[in-house]
């Protein structure tokens, strides 16, 4: 097995994660941080391009390859992490679990919302 590439600098501008709220600090004030540091933290389409033609590059010299998906029922975001030489699924994220959930919820949330209406 190779190993893993070396990532540059360029392709590690992703954006941060959101910030975790902490017990005693309200939704509005979340919401007003991220809206103040959202402008500075977005990446344009060009670093963008650049960035995932980078990753394309890297993960052609492994044995793992990226698969996306689009989930029909929740319309979420499928990344599958696969073995190249015999197409085995290494990794999924999120989960089949957590979309088992997310598709419960979503139908629980449209019969709460056909009950009340």
Do not use: C, W
């Not at 990532?7 to 975790?20: D, G, H, N």
């Not at 995932?52 to 499928?78: N, Q, Y």
């Not at 696969?82 to 994220?93: F, P, S, V």
């Amino acid at each position: 097995m190779a190993p893993p590439p070396t990532v540059t600098p360029s392709a590690q501008r992703l954006p941060p994660a959101a910030p975790t709220r902490t017990a005693g600090q309200s939704a509005r004030q979340e919401g007003a941080a991220t809206a103040a540091a959202a402008p500075d933290d977005t990446l344009t389409s060009v670093e963008t391009s650049a960035a995932i033609g980078e990753l394309v590059d890297a993960l052609k010299t492994t044995s793992i390859g990226l698969r996306f998906e689009i989930d029909d029922a929740t319309h979420r975001v499928i990344t599958k992490v696969i073995d190249k030489e015999t197409g085995e699924l290494i990794r999924q994220m999120p989960t089949e679990e957590v979309l088992r959930i997310a598709r419960a919820i979503d139908k629980l949330q449209g019969l709460f919302v056909s009950q009340v209406a």
